[in-house]
């Protein structure tokens, strides 16, 4: 094992990723049935945690396929027109996982909230906590597309446009199934963030039970209000999805990595 | 032809104007609020003796969190690339874990570790006080040196270092002289990676820091306090302050990647 970290390396590493990650989530799952297993069941089924999970998923479904047609369109004109300033807006793409959720959360406000120049408020509404999860999740299916579309056999689109086929038909038939892999393994990232959001919808999703109060909001509360043990039990919920989303990921890898060769 | 150069302006407008509107137009916005009256009332709004405090407190936990996750990261990305060793997914998947948990479950999960009737007692205390805050950011920003780190190994190979190794080279030796020169870049974006995650975590954080005015407020935390204390020119004067460090971040990305793309 030349070069590699050598047996203490490894134990070391895997201590600090036990300490770290592995004893909390532990703690999680473990204090989540600490009230036994009917405490756990009435809060994950309770009307309220039953409402803001719903509300969680439809919000995060909806801004990944949002997001596996806005990042396509953005990642394939990043690669292949040409204008001032592509380099600019290239880098500004990276920009909502530079800027703090809770900014994201203040910069949104000051376009669409109370004070807003333009005379719209949407604060306290479901566009309100779209426009928060869109902004959060913008970069994973445009960094996902990009190096696809770059990779991309021009002349394939070529021979079909010289053969009489329409944009559309070239776009649909050649380009989307090269695309494929690349655009659902960055919209399923993109719905993980979103499912587990927090900073940027909790100032300007008004948190309204039943109506606007998203999952990690709403454990929040449980938490602030003394309950950590009913946050607990749907926050083992959430790690779950979060759990199924990586495995659907790691599997969408391999899929495109099999149809690539 | 013609045509063909209509569709293609129809998209570029189309892109580009997604992208005002959600990103570039309400981040103008918060500039040209924080400054309209001047540069005069942000800096004072900025360097309030709580603000000083929120400032120093975020360098110190970043100051203490990013070089841990460097060290581990690229001892981890190490282990997963030239090791051998059973259990290899696991491990790749549970680095994964922070990008796709929900800030507030992080900072519950520390909680029921070391909070009140939790599992572990320290003599110190964590929750709602810096240890906690440490952790908790640790824990947010883990991921990114390893993520980094692991495709730039894969890339140069181990034959330099096995070429210094038949050559008497020690293991330490190998990694000073070969093995970080190669990847150096990686760890670089990655680092600047970490410390962005670090500096701008807010939900893990506010679980876990109790938010005692002058002891546990970071940065983020301040804006969220001032926001709901009605201060909004002081909560947009922290977060210009916070989006100038990420600015300087994305500056940092867009030189860094191509030195790493270079390997």
Redesign the interface.
Known sequence: ??????AL??G???L??SV??????A??LA?STDGGLDAFWSAVTSRQAVAALKLTLGCSLAAAVINAV?GT??A???V??R?RGK?F?N?????????????VG???L???GP?S?LGVNVIATKTAIM?AL??VT?PFVVRSVQPVVIQLDREMEEAAASLGAG?LTIFRRIVLPNLVPAILSGAAMSF??A?????SV??IAGNIPFKTQL???Y??GQ?ESDN?IG??AV?VV??GL??A???AI?ALGRWGARHEG | MRD?RR??LG??I???G??AV??????G??FY?TFEHGLAPVWSSVTTPAAVHAFWLTIEIALIAVPLNTI?GI??A??LV????RGKGA?D?????????????????????Y?RG???HLPFQVIFSVPGMV?AT??VS?PFVVREVVPVLREVG?EQ??AA?TLGAS?WQ??WR??LPAIRWGVAFGVV?TT?RA?????AV??VSGRIAGQTDT??LL??KR?QNFD?AG??AA?AL??LI??A???A??VLKPRKDRG
């Open positions: 094992m030349v070069g590699g970290p050598g390396g490894l070391l590493a895997t600090w990723l770290i990650v592995l004893v909390p989530l703690a999680l204090r806005t369109l953005v394939w004109v990043l292949r027109d204008f380099g807006i880098a500004l793409i990276d920009l909502p996982f530079a800027l703090p959720t809770i900014v203040i910069v949104l000051a376009l669409w004070t120049p426009l869109l902004f913008l944009d993980a963030r499912v587990g959001e927090f900073g909790v100032l999952a990690s909001v454990i929040f938490i950590p946050a607990a926050s959430l790690l979060s759990l989303v990586l495995l790691g | 063909d569709v293609r998209l570029r189309l892109a580009l997604y992208l959600l990103l570039v137009v309400p981040v916005l918060v609020r581990f001892v981890t190490l282990a030239r090791g051998r060793f491990i998947a549970v680095i994964n874990l922070p990008f796709a948990l929900s800030p507030v479950v992080i900072g519950l999960a520390l909680l029921l570790v909070g939790g599992w572990v952790l640790i824990f883990l181990d270092e096995q190794a293991r190998t990694f070969i093995t990676l962005a500096v701008g975590e807010f939900g506010s679980v940065l983020t804006v969220e926001f909004l909560a947009y977060s916070l989006a990420s600015l971040t994305l500056l990305m867009t």
